[in-house]
Antibody, heavy 122, light 107 residues
């Protein structure tokens, strides 16, 4: 059974840092691109970042560049998101998702974790 | 960035009704649009990928269509389990932006 499980969320003051983790199981992790998506309380989904299967390519939504860093360890079947200089507006549930590829769609997010809540507040 | 605009933002319907949700991209994204369903307090789940391909296990009452800039998610014969929020997403280019969501409520 495919599973992705996020951890590492919590309460942090503005300017602080957190490292989120995502543990994957039930599929060959090293073959898949992985994605982080976040959702602020009561708001819609926001695509955050992706990393290719071999870590050769990564990208971020513009507002996060320079503050967030995505990485992965294929030997540990784990995905990470290092978040620095956190702001109030980074408060959200952060989801880890597996990205599958199809010719008709390029990437689509077919398995999601339950999410981990990050709260940034003074 | 490509903007995805969904309409309506909310919708009321009854069990057994058919509904349609539209999504417009700010530029052509070919067929690179996916649709997700999210229930309160839960993670999103994939419904449709590549504009019209039904994800494994999704009931056939869900149908996706469109290409270029205009896309539609149709749900026929609504079931109680279908009342949720629906999001479109473009996967043509990064950032792979989502629409703002359409909340489908029971009338």
């Amino acid at each position: 059974e495919v599973q992705v499980v996020e951890s590492g969320g919590g309460f942090v003051q503005p300017g602080g840092s957190l490292r989120l983790s995502c543990a994957a199981s039930g599929f060959t992790f090293s073959r898949y691109t992985m994605v982080w998506v976040r959702q602020a309380p009561g708001k819609g989904l926001e695509w955050v970042s992706y990393i290719s299967s071999g870590s050769t390519t990564a990208s971020y939504t513009d507002s996060l560049k320079g503050r967030f860093t995505i990485s992965r360890d294929n030997t540990q079947n784990s995905l990470y998101l290092q978040m620095n200089s956190l702001r109030d507006e980074d408060t959200a549930v952060y989801y880890c998702a597996r990205a599958s590829w199809d010719l008709s769609s390029k990437f689509y997010l077919d398995f999601w974790g339950l999410g981990t809540l990050v709260t940034v507040s003074s | 960035d490509i903007q995805m605009t969904q309409s309506p933002s909310s919708l009321s319907a009854s069990v057994g009704d058919g509904v349609a949700i539209t999504c417009r991209a700010s530029q052509s994204v070919s067929t690179y649009v996916n649709w997700y369903q999210q229930k309160p307090g839960k993670a999103p789940t994939l419904l449709i990928y590549g504009a019209s391909n039904l994800h494994t296990g999704v009931p056939s009452r869900f149908r996706g269509s469109g290409s270029g800039t205009d896309f539609t998610l149709s749900i026929s014969s609504l079931q109680p389990d279908d009342f949720a929020t629906y999001y479109c997403q473009q996967s043509d280019s990064v950032p792979q932006t989502f629409g703002q969501g359409t909340r489908l409520e029971i009338k």
